[in-house]
């Protein structure tokens, strides 16, 4: 058995005839479906690794086999475990999303909503792969103000819809948009 190390993270292991006959592996059946064989590839993976210095704890190990001249070729690639993230959502209180479309639509609907006077000061607006959106950090908002947004825009989302636009979008009016806005229409 001759273990060589390729790379930072892959080591080839050359089993020959004698080998495969000393292990009693055979390649038709070299798998870790079979008890026999996955206890001895475990071993050979072990002390492949401890031999070329490679630490596999926490990590994933890809095992690839190629049959040659009655013995077997076996490529070991250790991989980082993907983690994934989490977010965490700073306000406990909810927000509201809409989708406005285009300028026009956008500057018509804050118009509209300005004209209103309905007291929201919770409500900004941003920009995000060039669509507008107003995010109210209300749980609800006043039926004046819910009935045109019905007409002019769509709910998209809540909270996190709402935090991923901030992240990403650019920041129109952070505070009172619809005021601000408004009224210089």
Known sequence: MLIDRLEQNRILVTLCGKDMDDFSLDFNTLGFD??????????????????????????????????????????????EKYRHRTYKIKTSSGSLCYFLGGSGNFLDTVEKLYKQNVCCNKNSAYLYDNKYYLIFDYPSIPYKLRRILLEYAVKCGGKVTAARIRENGKSLCKVNAIAQIGQYL
């Open 34 to 79: 079979d008890a026999h064989s996955r206890r001895i590839l475990m071993r050979i993976l072990q002390l492949a690794c401890f031999k070329s210095g490679i630490e596999v704890t926490g990590k994933n190990i890809l095992v690839e086999a190629l049959p040659v001249d009655g013995g077997c070729y076996i490529l070991l690639t250790v991989i």
